[in-house]
């Protein structure tokens, strides 16, 4: 058995599934605004890529060692294939459902890599659980490093040779595939091992009965809090900063650069503040990183909070992943299985689109009524002369922009039909003097919009109080036991406490 090329190919899945999140995030905005979507109905199509991921990892995580490490790894290759597909080939009036059913199936492969690697790389390296769990995601961020940048680099390439298709988002998604295709070779041929559970004897009903024990309960609670913190900011960073003139594609490969950074150097702080330590300290910096964050309006203020929340997040979700392994560590493959799944769950469930639907309503306020009035009456004064010469497709699409533009004067308040129609004025822009008037909609809506995102991230920042609360307990009879103690899956055996 190739223990190297096994852990190197988990990374490359990994790299794909990180490759996905980058890549959903940067083309929100550019989905939003071709299929006329709103705040919510994007914030189901990021939240699908990721609560897809607990479908799989749900479902296939219990079954790892029945249905074989290699089989579910050939699945995952598939949805890593499909998904983007799916997304790419999106059209009309079904485009919403084939983009939610695209990062649907993106995300089943992204649950699928979890739920084998995670417990692959335990058994691989049953004495350095928590160290290469984060060795191993650092390639979470890492890769949302990499697709960030390359999606930045995409677009600075596409404005310096005028040429939009450089930066057209079915390109972006076609990135995903390409890590898909290395780790698909890696693996080819490779003997995967049984899980730890499997080789120390443990039944499948003392697994189970592990996964319920009191302590499991509490870490998955804290799971949803630690996963939502991370993840949905992260998810909404790109389209929050962008609306306000940041570079957030930028940022975000920052914060992941970082992030990549301290994991792999995870070794020496989790010797010296152990497990639960790290989780106390990370709750109070990742609450404090995203509340600033949440008042950044220029990108200084931007990079500086971006730091602290990075090293506020970075060892949540491997640190989580570790505690469960070391500390109940006959739930195996399901333990971890679970906690990847409740994590992404409540992210993709309920956080990302709770942050869209808060973006929604308080991006309201930011809206000027006589502004957006006077520009949606130049939309349908401007955008059907616009088209007159154009082909009817074009004609089409300026009708449907004056439609909506109707709509929303019909209703003397600012509303959710106000934000429709300036969203559609962007996508069904049918050139020449309609340019000018599309420039106005963005200077009205993007000012709003980023504002909308960033009092959403500071509705998710207080729930690090609860988790830090919950931590810190766990650390302090931690100490008052002598330590962080890892348990053996040998129920007669425990491991002398870490001082």
């Not at 709750?283 to 509340?291: E, M, N, P, S, V």
């Not at 997040?313 to 971890?336: D, H, I, K, Q």
């Not at 600012?414 to 106005?440: C, F, H, K, W, Y």
């Not at 008052?480 to 001082?499: K, N």
């Amino acid at each position: 058995m190739n223990h190297k090329r096994l852990f190197i190919g988990s990374c490359f899945s990994l790299i794909s599934t990180s490759v996905a999140f980058a890549v959903i995030g940067d083309v929100m905005g550019p989905l939003k605004d071709q299929f006329v979507l709103s705040n919510e109905q994007i914030g189901y199509v990021g939240g699908a890529a990721l609560w897809g991921f607990t479908i799989s990892i749900f479902v296939l995580g219990p079954l790892v060692d029945a249905l074989g490490m290699r089989n579910l790894m050939r699945f995952a290759m598939i949805c890593h294939v499909a998904g983007p597909l799916i997304m790419i080939f999106s059209r009309g009036e079904a485009a919403f459902y084939m983009l939610f059913g695209g990062a649907l199936v993106l995300a089943m492969g992204n649950g699928t890599v979890e739920a084998v690697c995670n417990p692959l790389v335990a058994t691989l390296y049953p004495d350095q659980k928590t160290r290469k769990l984060n060795q191993f995601h650092v390639w979470f961020p890492g890769g949302i490093v990499i697709g960030s940048l390359l999606c930045y680099g995409m677009g600075q390439v596409s404005e310096l040779m005028s040429n939009p298709a450089i930066n057209d988002w079915r390109i972006k998604l076609g990135l995903i595939i390409v890590p898909t295709v290395v780790y698909a070779f890696l693996f080819a041929g490779q003997k995967f091992p049984a899980t730890e559970r499997v080789q120390s004897g443990v039944s499948f009903e003392q697994m189970i009965k592990a996964a319920v024990r009191p302590l499991f309960i509490v870490l998955l609670l804290c799971m949803c809090i630690t996963a939502s913190l991370e993840l949905g900011p992260n998810r909404w960073v790109i389209a929050v900063l962008g609306a306000g003139g940041i570079a957030g594609a930028l940022v975000l490969a920052y914060i992941n650069f970082i992030m990549a950074v301290l994991r792999f150097f995870a070794g020496p702080v989790v010797h010296r503040l152990s497990p639960t330590g790290i989780l106390v300290t990370s709750a109070i910096l990742a609450g404090i990183g995203l509340c600033w964050l949440s008042f950044s309006q220029t990108t200084a203020m931007a990079f500086a909070s971006a730091t602290v929340f990075a090293v506020g997040v970075c060892y949540f979700w491997p640190t989580m992943l570790g505690v469960v392994s070391e500390r109940v560590p006959r739930s195996g493959a399901l333990g971890l299985a679970l906690t990847g799944g409740i994590g992404m769950l409540a992210v993709g469930l309920v956080t990302s689109p709770q942050m869209g639907h808060v973006a929604d309503k308080y991006l309201l306020e930011k809206l000027d009524s006589t502004a957006t009035n006077a520009v949606l009456t130049k939309v349908i004064e401007v955008y059907p002369q616009a088209a007159a010469d154009k082909p009817d497709i074009v004609k089409e699409e300026a009708q449907a922009a004056v439609t909506a533009a109707q709509t929303a004067l019909s209703d003397p308040t600012i509303d959710a039909q106000d934000t429709t129609a300036l969203r559609s004025a962007i996508s069904n822009n049918p050139g020449g003097d309609a340019d000018a008037v599309v420039d106005e909609v963005n200077a009205i809506l993007n000012p709003a919009d980023n504002y909308g995102g960033r009092i959403s991230f500071r509705f998710v920042a207080p729930f690090s109080i609860l988790i830090m609360i919950v931590f810190g307990i766990l650390y302090v009879r931690d100490r008052a036991a002598g330590g962080y103690a890892v348990e053996s899956i040998h129920e007669e055996d425990q491991a002398p406490p870490e001082s």
